[in-house]
């Protein structure tokens, strides 16, 4: 006994250790200016810009500027003091919190040693270490998610006292407030709450009745916390989650719509990827096991293939208290009900969208180690128990050198440390990871402070640009080129929002011209940078211009 109790003892304090490298490795890869795309198109722009107006107001050439931005009214503090790195940690510290919930839940279920146990491996899941040291909104709507899930948890531990309920359903609409996709979140949530009051109070007189009616409270409640986001944009557009799903709400606007979810699974696959049937049947596994940073086609994200391989372990043993195996059976439901949901609604090119399931997936993987565990203490000494102790062992080991191998790949990308120790300088660090920045500086420091640019082809990433910005791409611009009679007419559509000057990613442009024009349309663009612009500036492919008359 003495000597289980020093192994216990032994194990968290390896497993704290742990932590605190990860941790520490974790604020040093998130000490460098904000480079990633969603963070300079809406997550740090959008409340910058909010600041700069001294209110939230309405931005229409940022259709992004409509989403719900629980987490951008954070960064807001940061920024308002003129730093722009605190809002990764920020993000960061939501990370820290859903590993906090997990191993708090998973303490008092088994153990001290696999709360830690749990803490860790979501902590080092390579996409959540990724999320870790960029400014998004993701971590949050996991770590809302997950308290609202195990607040029902508790709920039904309770005898269905109603403030858990509450509880869980304001997490669900703070879900929502984050992040758009927090809605699906909300749904399969409604749906669990009547399940599970049906599921342990059917000799109750119209149990049906009673259960329905906690799902609704559910869903009203979540809603009144997501409220002020619909609020704000029905007034703005008509629309309560504008800018999707607006063709219903605004059956007239054919264009501006963006999907909750882009594309189907088994369509855009086959047509962007060229993937086979197989291959798109293989996607719930082949997510777990072919993720890369930045490659639609490898799901934009790395998850851990110890995520769909350790939660099998639970099927090793049955029988055990009910509430543990119904607590099993909630995290698999749910994990099922939002994976299953994008992967059919989805073309899951960014894994990122099921996020939210990564803490129940690791509570399962937690609850199969444990289920293997406790089979190998069954074993008397022997040959079974040491097989039994060196398989989970090197299973421990393997994940712990997978997650490890991608944190030392994030160092190697990000290169914190010329940064941090001085050698590279904040414009140069972000040159390095953003071509088009050289130009925003040019427009910085030489362009008149009241001056209106045109950003074209450039993705909205505005966040480094310090002149008022609009912004210009694919589709309107194609049908302004293929209206345009003449040189002069392109010029008046530059200049229709009071633009004087523009920049562009011309690399892209100039092929993205050829492959979609005629040769009289290329001819009129050829002119109005002939006749009607000046060039300013040019470098790493983009290009500031001065439009002329």
Request: aromatic letters at 16%; hydrophobic letters at 50%; a positive charge.
């Amino acid at each position: 006994m003495h000597s289980k109790k020093s192994f216990y003892r032994i194990l968290c304090g390896l497993f704290t250790f742990l932590l605190a490298a990860h941790v520490l490795s974790i604020l040093i890869l998130g000490g460098v200016p904000p480079v990633s795309v969603d963070a300079l198109i809406y997550h740090l722009e959008i409340p910058r810009l909010y600041l700069e107006h001294g209110a939230v107001y309405e931005i229409p050439s940022i259709p992004f500027s409509y989403y719900p931005m629980n987490l951008g009214l954070l960064y807001m503090i940061p920024l308002f003091f003129g730093n722009d790195i605190i809002p990764k940690y920020i993000h960061f510290f939501f990370a820290l919190a859903t590993a906090f919930l997990i191993g708090r839940y998973l303490k008092n279920k088994l153990n001290g040693v696999y709360g830690l146990a749990g803490a860790l491996f979501f902590l080092t899941v390579p996409l959540i270490v990724k999320l870790s040291t960029v400014v998004y909104a993701d971590l949050g709507l996991i770590c809302f998610a997950t308290a609202a899930l195990l607040q029902i948890l508790k709920w039904t531990e309770n005898r269905f006292q109603f403030k858990y309920l509450v509880v869980s359903a304001i997490c669900a609409g703070l879900a929502a407030g984050t992040k758009y996709t927090g809605l699906i979140v909300v749904l399969s949530l409604g749906v669990l709450v009547v399940c599970l009051y049906l599921k342990d109070n059917p000799e109750r007189r119209f149990p049906g009745f009673r259960a329905v009616g906690f799902g609704l409270a559910f869903y009203f409640i979540a809603l009144l916390v997501f409220s002020p986001w619909m609020i704000r944009n029905t007034v703005w557009t008509g629309n309560p989650v504008y800018p999707t799903y607006d063709r219903i709400f605004n059956p007239e606007n054919r264009s501006d719509e963006i999907p909750l979810v882009s594309g189907t699974l088994f369509e855009s696959r086959r047509e962007m990827f060229n993937e086979s049937l197989p291959q798109i049947l293989l996607l719930p596994v082949r997510v777990f096991f072919e993720g890369r940073d930045g490659n639609p086609k490898r799901f934009d994200g790395v998850l851990s293939p110890f995520l769909f391989l350790l939660p099998f372990l639970v099927l090793l043993k049955s029988g055990g208290r009910s509430v543990f195996q119904r607590d099993k059976a909630v995290f698999l439901y749910f994990t099922l009900f939002i994976f299953g949901y994008f992967l059919i609604a989805t073309n899951m090119t960014q894994i990122r969208l099921i996020g939210p399931v990564i803490p129940s997936l690791v509570i399962l993987s937690v609850f199969g180690v444990h289920e293997v565990a406790a089979m190998i203490g069954s074993y008397p000494n022997g040959v079974k128990k040491r097989v039994g102790v060196a398989v989970i062992s090197v299973v421990i080991a393997l994940a712990c050198f997978f997650h490890g191998l991608y944190v030392i790949r994030r160092f190697q990308s990000i290169r914190p440390a010329s940064y941090i120790l001085g050698d590279v300088g904040r414009d140069e660090y972000i040159e390095r990871h953003r071509p088009e920045h050289p130009a925003m500086q040019y427009i910085n420091r030489n362009l008149p402070e009241h001056s209106k640019i045109l950003g074209v082809l450039i993705g909205y990433r505005g966040y480094y640009c310090d002149r008022t910005m609009v912004f210009l791409e694919q589709e309107p611009l194609f049908y302004a080129v293929i209206n345009a009679k003449s040189p002069r007419m392109l010029l008046e559509f530059f200049q229709k929002d009071g633009a004087g000057h523009f920049i562009i990613w011309f690399r892209y442009f100039d092929r993205w011209c050829k492959d979609n024009f005629r040769p009289s349309e290329l001819l009129n663009i050829d002119g109005f940078f002939a006749e009607h612009t000046e060039l300013l500036f040019s470098k790493n492919g983009y290009r500031v211009y001065r439009l002329v008359d």
